[in-house]
T-cell receptor
Framework: QKEVEQNSGPLSVPEGAIASLNCTYSDRGSQSFFWYRQYSGKSPELIMFIYSNGDKEDGRFTAQLNKASQYVSLLIRDSQPSDSATYLCAVNPGTGGSYIPTFGRGTSLIVHP | NAGVTQTPKFRILKIGQSMTLQCAQDMNHNYMYWYRQDPGMGLKLIYY???????DKGEVPNGYNVSRSTTEDFPLRLELAAPSQTSVYFCASSSLGGDQPQHFGDGTRLSIL
């Protein structure tokens, strides 16, 4: 069974700090990786995706992928109170299978002023 | 651009009643999904569809049915509502390909009393 693991948190960081969110996955053949942000009472929204090993930066967000170690992380620089939300990691299987992602349970992030 | 539209946003049902949760997307996406999310939990896949006329069970299909007669619409049917089906239901869609993210609707908050 494909699994995606995230620390449920909450992860509490002060405003302006770097928040580091981690995700590990069991399917070694996984090809694409997504981070969604979900505010309380709202639906998930895509904030980052990454397909290749290494780092991918988009504004204050950096996604990091290490396929050999089977983990993907999300760094949020200069964290703001508006970043307080639950962050969901989603992993899509490799080619040849149905494109059904596996979601982690999410990490709750709290950014305090 | 409406994206993924879910109706209704809220609903209260009595035990044993039936209802259909509507989902429509205007992005010409092949893949559509139904998830439920219980408080403090991650997303659990109920059913998915890879195209019109094709549906398949996800992780928690019992008590639900779906149909996909068009590319745009993917309704979810609850036949005999039970308290265990109290949850928030999200519909999502994605274009063909394992490297594509999901687009979520705003959700339907359903209570069974």
């Amino acid at each position: 069974q494909k699994e995606v693991e995230q620390n449920s948190g909450p992860l509490s960081v002060p405003e302006g700090a770097i928040a580091s969110l981690n995700c590990t996955y069991s399917d070694r053949g996984s090809q694409s990786f997504f981070w969604y942000r979900q505010y309380s009472g709202k639906s998930p929204e895509l904030i980052m995706f990454i397909y290749s090993n290494g780092d991918k930066e988009d504004g204050r967000f950096t996604a990091q992928l290490n396929k050999a170690s089977q983990y993907v992380s999300l760094l949020i620089r200069d964290s703001q109170p508006s970043d307080s939300a639950t962050y969901l990691c989603a992993v899509n299987p490799g080619t040849g299978g149905s494109y059904i992602p596996t979601f982690g349970r999410g990490t709750s992030l709290i950014v305090h002023p | 651009n409406a994206g993924v539209t879910q109706t209704p946003k809220f609903r209260i049902l009595k035990i044993g009643q039936s209802m259909t949760l509507q989902c429509a997307q205007d992005m010409n996406h092949n893949y559509m999904y139904w998830y439920r999310q219980d408080p403090g939990m991650g997303l659990k896949l109920i059913y998915y569809s890879v195209g019109a006329g094709i549906t398949d069970k996800g992780e928690v299909p019992n008590g639900y049915n779906v149909s996909r007669s068009t590319t745009e619409d993917f309704p979810l049917r609850l036949e005999l509502a039970a308290p265990s089906q109290t949850s928030v239901y999200f519909c999502a869609s994605s274009s063909l390909g394992g490297d594509q993210p999901q687009h979520f609707g705003d959700g339907t908050r359903l209570s069974i009393l």
